[in-house]
């Protein structure tokens, strides 16, 4: 199996020392993986599946005070799932929604711990390819978690700021355009996070002190 996680940041925030009230920052980060897996059957057959993943997460918020932030991101995301084989078998999934989070930050100085709530809506849309069949299906998926991490100001308007998912409620309702069918699975526990890697790090930069 070989596997490639890129996560890169773009531009954002200053949570240091530097951050103040009515301060407005931009940010945010994106991501990239893929996973492969072969199996060779004795050399007379090779099958396997590959899965990527991208995601694109925009962001914009501000400090109500200088420990407390609201702010509100758009999540672009998507997948795929090929399966390798004799016969096609291939998934593809997007999801473009937003999301809205409030942190609160203890302390002064650089490194500054947090914790936060969010709330995000991401409709989507799942198509599925087997032989010559094509299945569509609608998507929409509504979660809700408290989360911890932390922010480090590189200098007076950069900050890297880590997320951790800790405690959280997922909800996706699957729907077969065509059909009469409809499923919906939930999730709720300790790092519930369907949608996203449980640990991510954006970079923020303030714009307006």
Known sequence: ???II???AIT???LSAQAQKNSWYAGGNVGLSSTTHKTDNNGTEKDGSKQTSWSFSPEVGTFLTNHLQLGIGVTLMGSKDDARTAIKNETKSTYNGATVYSRYFFGEGNFRPFLGVNVSVLP???KTTLGTVTTE???MNF????NAGFAYGLNSRVTVVGSLGTLGFQSETEEVKGSHIKTKTTDFGLDANSLGNRFNIGVYYTFKK
């Open 1 to 3: 199996m070989k596997k």
């Open 6 to 8: 890129l996560a890169t």
């Open 12 to 14: 954002a925030l200053s």
């Open 124 to 126: 989507g849309n799942s």
């Open 137 to 139: 299906t609608k998507l």
């Open 143 to 146: 979660g809700a978690n408290l």
